[in-house]
Each structure stands twice: as structure tokens, then as C-alpha cells.
């Protein structure tokens, strides 16, 4: 008696598990997808530097913004033209202040060290042009919700050189680009 009910009910199982199958299966209607960001490679990590300098220009202010494949540090030098921007941008174990040889702490897993070559006075008067103070955060700079970017420092501005460090998640990949009126700093999220 229990041999047949096993036998009826394993039949009973096939015949909707085959009924089932024959029915045609009607396609869920498909949901946009989604556009991948295609983050760009090939920045690597070795330094970068371009030898102009400027004549007369200077920092103003320093920015930051999100993007889908890095975080962008700004930093505007109103006057130059794209040309006149030189920089030195390299990752280093620790920030040291030009002139004083003070290191600077800087919070993240790695340090990208960031020297402009316009200071952040006006040469002609020594008037400050950038509101910072050497070994404190940058002014107006907010990075919660960063994916790469864990810290901002000022070191200093020293014979014609403004110095910042830019604490980061890791040692990741990044490119410079001059533009007119500012110098741009890309860290990709991820190698």
C-alpha cells in the first residue's frame, strides 16, 4: 500500500513537472539597463610634472568634486593660461613643508603630494590670495562620501610654490591636466 501511493505520487509530481515545461514561459519585460561607467586606465601612479611657472599669478582658491571612476582635486590659479601651469604631483610617505623640513600629518592610506608653481600670494605685495594655514585642512573642502579622497592638507607656500597633501584611500592611479585657469587633479576609484 505504501509502495503504490510512493508510485502515485512520484507520477502525480512528473506529470505537472512536464506540464509545467510545456507551457511556453512568457519573458519578464526587459528593465533599461543601466549604462556602465567606463573608467578610464592607463593613469598609473608615477610622477608627473610639468616645469612652467607662472609670472605674476597666483592660487586662489581649491576645490574637490565627485565623479563615477575618480575624485577631482582643483586648484584655480585665475590668470595662468594652461601653458603657464606647471606642477610636481607624486605620492610620498610622508608630506614635508617646503622651507621649514616640518612634516605635515596627513590621514588616508597613501599621500599624493601636489605643488603647484604659483604661490599663494601676491608676489608684488605678500598678501595672502588663498585662505589656508599651513598643516590644517584645506578651507571649504568637504569630503564626506569621497570614494578616494580622506584627507586635504595646506603646507605652505615657499619661492613661488604653493605645496598641498591629499590623502587618499590607497596608492591608485591618477592623471593632471592643465586648463586655463587651473590645475586638475583626477584619483581613480580603483586601479
Known amino acids: 500500500m505504501v509502495r503504490s501511493k510512493t508510485v502515485w505520487a512520484t507520477a502525480v509530481l512528473l506529470t505537472a513537472t512536464l506540464g509545467a515545461a510545456a507551457v511556453p514561459a512568457v519573458a519578464a519585460p526587459a528593465a533599461a539597463p543601466r549604462a556602465a561607467a567606463a573608467c ?102 568637504d569630503l564626506t562620501g569621497y570614494s578616494t579622497f580622506r584627507d586635504t592638507r595646506f603646507a605652505g607656500s615657499f619661492e613661488g610654490q604653493t605645496q598641498f597633501g591629499l590623502g587618499v584611500r590607497a596608492r591608485l592611479p591618477f592623471r593632471v591636466l592643465q586648463l586655463d585657469g587651473r590645475l586638475v587633479v583626477d584619483v581613480a576609484h580603483t586601479w
Open 40 to 141: 578610464p586606465t592607463g593613469w598609473g601612479s608615477l610622477d608627473k610634472t610639468s616645469w612652467a611657472g607662472t609670472a605674476g599669478e597666483y592660487v586662489t582658491n581649491v576645490r574637490t568634486g565627485r565623479h563615477d571612476c575618480y575624485d577631482r582635486f582643483v586648484v584655480d590659479v585665475p590668470d595662468a593660461s594652461a601653458d603657464q601651469l606647471g606642477y610636481f604631483v607624486h605620492y610620498v610617505d610622508e608630506l614635508i613643508q617646503d622651507g621649514s623640513g616640518k612634516p605635515i600629518p596627513v590621514g588616508g592610506g597613501a599621500i599624493l603630494e601636489v605643488i603647484v608653481r604659483a604661490p599663494a600670494y601676491d608676489p608684488e605685495t605678500g598678501t595672502s590670495t588663498y585662505p589656508a594655514v599651513a598643516g590644517q585642512p584645506l578651507p571649504g573642502v
